[in-house]
């Protein structure tokens, strides 16, 4: 990807720190794209005739991160497709695509591949709270959302393969200069607020 032409912003955070809410926010703010790494793996596995359908079911139950080959591919094609939508219609005012890819990289390997073969992200916005908050909101959302890990044993492991593999990339990006870290155990109105001035500063 043409770093001129592309901007890519991550949103990572614990399960149910609040990236996908607050990613609808920003694209609201700012039209950003958004790529929901998760939403997009829950996509291909729905999709009739994937053949790595039964696998991404399987990781996502267990809390694993998916092998990196198949989401890094989901997420260049929604990249590649978002972008030549816009080449072919009004486009962005200044020709930049600006995409905010949220709940990924969550592992060293998905971030050394993407930072080497499709570009370097401008920012990293880190979703901040406690696993006590994360753990209530994800138990209410499971009442309802139908998603096949928000319940407590898929959560415990969504936890432990969060501190185990996903600190270290959040890690990994502050020593490079790139987080800006988002208190997220306020209101979503709240957080927004946090975050929307963040990405005014640091991005525009
Ligand atoms: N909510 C949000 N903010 C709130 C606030 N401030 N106050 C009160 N309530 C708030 O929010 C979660 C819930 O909390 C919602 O009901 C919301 O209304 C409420 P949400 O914004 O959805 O949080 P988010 O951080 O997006 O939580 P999510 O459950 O999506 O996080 P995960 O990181 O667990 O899920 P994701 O979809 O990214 O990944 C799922 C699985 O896919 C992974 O476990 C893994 O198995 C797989 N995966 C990979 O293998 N590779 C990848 O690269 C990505 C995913
Ligand atoms: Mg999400």
Known sequence: LDSDKVTVLFVLGGPGSGKGTQSANLVQDFGFSHL??????RAEQSRPGSEVGALIRTYIKEGQIVPVEVTIKLIENA????????????????????????GFPRKMDQALLFDAEL?????????????????????????TSGREDDNEESIKKRFKVYK?????????????????????SGTIEEVHALAKAVVVEQVF
């Open 79 to 102: 990249i590649r497709d978002v972008l030549a939508e816009k080449r072919e219609g009004e486009g962005w005012e200044d020709g930049k695509g600006r995409f905010l890819i949220d």
């Open 164 to 184: 185990e593999q996903t600190r270290p990339v959040i890690d990994y990006y502050i020593e490079k200069g790139k987080v800006a870290t988002i208190p997220g």
């Open 36 to 41: 929901s790494a998760g939403d997009l793996l």
């Open 119 to 143: 570009c370097q992200s401008k920012l990293v916005l880190f979703m901040d709270t406690t696993e006590e908050i994360m753990r209530e909101r994800l138990l209410e959302r499971g009442k």
